[in-house]
């Protein structure tokens, strides 16, 4: 099993863009304007992974792909003041930001999303492999399955020749089967419920303890190290070649759900680079998930890891 690199970046791929947020504030109508309460910020998989990671006290480098407009330049901007390296970022000419639009019921749940990140298709294999030095001096490689299926497997490979642990989210259930070909070489890989679903040869119910524990050994089964299967208010279910198991969810109320599974593989991540055992390092995710849950916003501003311990106690 690969292992971290201590005191070295995480290096940390895929999308980013706008985050446009509307909570209902009475029963959904479908086929009409809904009352409700709308909030914007910056997203994106990997960005929000990244910021998560940078106010835990990570180094972090970024590699993303933005469009040359006002909402770029401000997602660029929030990330160099966090202290995210985006040397390697790229602002492509005649594209816009990406951007993820979500619908939530009264209660937070969330009802229907779409997302548009074609400008994430700029970011190419060559891009990747001009970025060999980054990958050499990782501790760790985070990507997400919004990347093309060429630069996906470009990412794989040099992860590989540099000898770091990768790890993936699949981001959604139309994205995860990219990953297939490649969990031979994942370190770990965080899907939700209906994500590896898509992965394991069986459904993952929502809310069966049993089944996503099953859908987490299957992964490990088939060369991933750690595979962390997250089913919302019901908890993690983990396992690894050694141990598995089951961490409930904090409870907590739901303001706004969406980046908590996020802050869930960021937190784990920074608890493994700091050598905190898988175990303690999921309730650690599941700490920050549900800090994440009851904030207005995709990331934590104030999110340490004292915080996340005291959440625990």
Known sequence: ?????????????????L???????????????????????????????????ARLGSEVALITAVG??????????QARDVGINVEACLTVPGEHTGA??????????????????RVIESISPQHIRNCRDLFGAASAVFVDANLPVATLA????????????????PTSVSLANRLRPHLTSLFMITPNEAEASALCPHPVPHADRGQALDAARHLVSQGVDCAV?????????????????????VQTEILDPTGAGDALTAAILFA??????????????????????????????????????????
């Open 1 to 17: 099993m690969l292992t971290f690199r201590e005191d070295a970046p995480i290096l940390v791929i895929g999308s980013a863009g």
């Open 19 to 53: 985050d446009i947020i509307g909570r209902a504030e009475g029963d959904l109508h479908y086929g009409t304007s809904n009352p409700g309460r709308l909030r914007f910020s910056l997203g994106g998989v990997a960005r929000n992974v990244a910021e998560n990671l």
């Open 68 to 77: 040359d407009d006002p909402q770029g330049r401000q997602l660029l901007d």
């Open 100 to 117: 993820y639009l979500a619908v939530l019921d009264e209660q937070g749940n969330k009802q229907l999303a779409l997302d548009e990140m």
């Open 154 to 169: 470009a990412v794989v490979s040099a992860a590989g020749r540099a000898g770091v642990p990768l790890i993936a989210d």
């Open 229 to 249: 299967v997250t089913m919302a208010e019901f908890g993690v279910a983990y396992a690894t070649a050694q141990t598995s198991g089951h961490i409930p969810a």
């Open 272 to 313: 493994l680079q700091n050598s905190i055992p898988i175990d303690e390092a999921v309730r650690l995710g599941a700490s920050a998930a549900a800090i994440t849950l009851r904030t207005s916003g995709s990331v934590v501003p104030d999110l340490s890891i004292e915080r996340l311990y005291d959440q625990l106690r």
